[in-house]
């Protein structure tokens, strides 16, 4: 399962950082789950409480924070939110966008004692 990889990673960045502010234990882990990541909310907190156990992460609470999409206009500038999943700017119409956010998963913070 992909979700499994990515809790692995994490769970390393999260020893890495704790490492390196000498933290002995991390509270809460907070990430940003981009719509177009593909990961499933609910399958990575199963599998974060599941990898979890005798990491720096024993005892800490997962928050998933969703990123929706954001686009921005290659022509006009113009960066916005599409309500749905689309690729059109909403202020000339032009498909020669970029996506801004919401593509990938990121760690936001930690925290930590
Ligand atoms: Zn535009």
Redesign the pocket.
């Known amino acids: 399962m992909h979700e499994y990889s990515i809790v692995q990673s994490l769970i390393e960045l999260c020893e890495e950082n704790a490492a390196v502010y000498k933290a002995v234990k991390i509270d809460k882990v907070i990430v940003k789950i981009g719509v177009l990541s593909g990961v499933e909310p609910d399958l990575l907190k199963i599998a974060f409480d599941a990898f979890k156990e005798k990491t720096i992460c024993n005892d800490a609470e997962l928050v998933i924070n969703i990123q929706q999409l954001i686009i921005q206009?290659n022509?006009?500038g113009?960066i916005s939110k599409p309500q749905k999943i689309r690729y059109i700017?909403k202020?000339?119409n032009?498909v020669n966008i970029k996506i801004v956010d919401g593509e990938e998963m990121y760690l936001m913070r930690l925290k930590m004692e």
């Open positions: 206009c022509e006009c113009l700017c202020q000339c032009s």
